[in-house]
């Protein structure tokens, strides 16, 4: 099966500066990849995605890169803001989205102000 | 607005009881739902696919007579943990898609803890 693998586990930055989050992922076949932001006490939120036919997309200060050659993509936060601060989880699926999704273990987020 | 409607968010139960929760699609017609849980500063982990009409798919190690699903109707699905026990204490979250290349929407989660 799929197996997504998640770094840092934990990313602390200076407000205004930039983060990113690396996944990468075994099964080529796998052709879908959100992220979802995760507050506490809440569910995932999903904050952006891409499709194995993307290489970047881009959403505002959120963007995501995916390299399908060397099986990773990456979250890229600009100009954080206190409200950035969360747990942000990738993930990866086969079937355009439509299977079950295979999460990575997640990187808690901390926006010093 | 919200997607996804779960209920109920918090349980807390005596060890041997069964608790069933529910998860509704309020935007759209679902004819697949998605089952997950997530232990305390843990991932997410899929435990069942939920097939409006037809039985549920478990992943591997989830047992299905322990964890009971039922997707009867386009907008419903349901969870019942049964007999359960304090190491099936977690975070119980629902998430629906409106079908291939759309995105899952999950639910606010139902914390279940059993004394």
């Known amino acids: 099966g799929e197996n997504v693998e998640q770094h840092p586990s934990t990313l602390s930055v200076q407000e205004g500066d930039s983060a990113v989050i690396k996944c990468t992922y075994s099964?080529?076949?796998?052709?879908?990849f959100p992220w979802y932001k995760q507050e506490l006490g809440k569910g995932p939120q999903l904050i952006i995605d891409?499709?194995?036919?993307?290489g970047e997309k881009k959403d505002q200060r959120i963007a995501v890169t995916l390299n399908k050659t060397a099986k990773h993509f990456s979250l890229h936060i600009t100009e954080t803001q206190p409200e950035d601060s969360a747990v942000y989880f990738c993930?990866?699926?086969?079937?355009?989205?439509?299977?079950?999704?295979?999460f990575g273990k997640g990187t808690h987020l901390i926006i010093q102000p | 607005g919200a997607v996804v409607s779960q209920h109920p968010s918090w349980v807390i139960c005596k060890s041997g009881t069964s608790v069933k929760i529910e998860c509704r699609s309020l935007d759209f017609q679902a004819t697949t739902m998605f089952w997950y849980r997530q232990f305390p500063k843990q991932s997410l982990m899929l435990m069942a696919t939920s097939n409006e009409g037809s039985k549920a798919t478990y992943e591997q190690g989830v047992e299905k007579d322990k964890f009971l699903i039922n997707h009867a109707s386009l907008t419903l699905s349901t969870l019942t943990v049964t007999s359960a026990h304090p190491e099936d204490s977690s975070f119980y979250i629902c998430s629906v898609s409106r079908g291939v290349n759309q995105p899952q929407h999950f639910g606010d989660g139902t914390r279940l803890s059993i004394l």
């Open positions: 891409i499709r194995s036919n993307v």
């Open positions: 099964d080529s076949a796998s052709n879908y």
């Open positions: 993930a990866a699926s086969g079937g355009g989205g439509a299977d079950g999704l295979t």
